[in-house]
């Protein structure tokens, strides 16, 4: 059986479940947007700010999901959970979900020219040091000896 937004429970322990409420219910839950068909973004605050993504198919069944926090406990985080919630809420309760620009973005990335993703990439880097260790684990750069 695929796991889908509407038979979460089955799957997740009711503690994760009671967890994800606590974050929704303190209103830890922001920019939920969707990103193109199925395809949705939020970030979650919680110790540190977290993005998560869950991806969903035409039937609702979670395609793909993920977080960026550093739960390793199980397949799936509260962060997670909680978004899998609002989503469900809001389809329930025919409750709108903003459309984000990442598409937009996504777009404009494809067709441009390789120095001037090199200067916004070193801008973001210097402005964000989060950032500037992502691409470092990315890209496997480690410091000279
Ligand atoms: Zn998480």
């Known amino acids: 059986m695929s796991i889908s937004i509407y038979n979460i429970e089955e799957f997740v322990s009711d503690e994760l479940i009671n ?5 929704i219910d303190s209103g830890l839950i922001t920019e939920v947007e969707e990103q193109g068909n199925g395809d949705y973004t939020a970030v979650v605050i919680g110790g540190s700010t977290y993005s ?14 993920q977080c960026n926090c550093p739960y390793s406990a199980g397949p799936i985080c509260k962060h997670k959970v909680a978004v899998i919630l609002v989503l469900r809420s809001s389809f329930q309760n ?8 990442l598409s937009l973005v996504n777009t404009k990335l494809v067709s441009c020219d390789r120095l001037v993703l090199h200067q916004l990439i070193m801008t973001l880097c210097k402005r964000d040091k989060r950032i500037r260790d992502i691409i ?5 750069i480690k410091p000279k000896l």
């Not at 967890?19 to 974050?23: L, N, Y």
């Not at 025919?94 to 620009?101: C, E, N, Y």
């Open 19 to 23: 967890r994800a409420r606590v974050i």
């Open 52 to 65: 998560v993504n869950i991806v969903l198919d035409k039937d609702a069944n979670i395609f793909t999901h």
């Open 94 to 101: 025919d409750i709108p979900i903003s459309k984000g620009s």
């Open 136 to 140: 470092k684990k990315e890209l496997d």
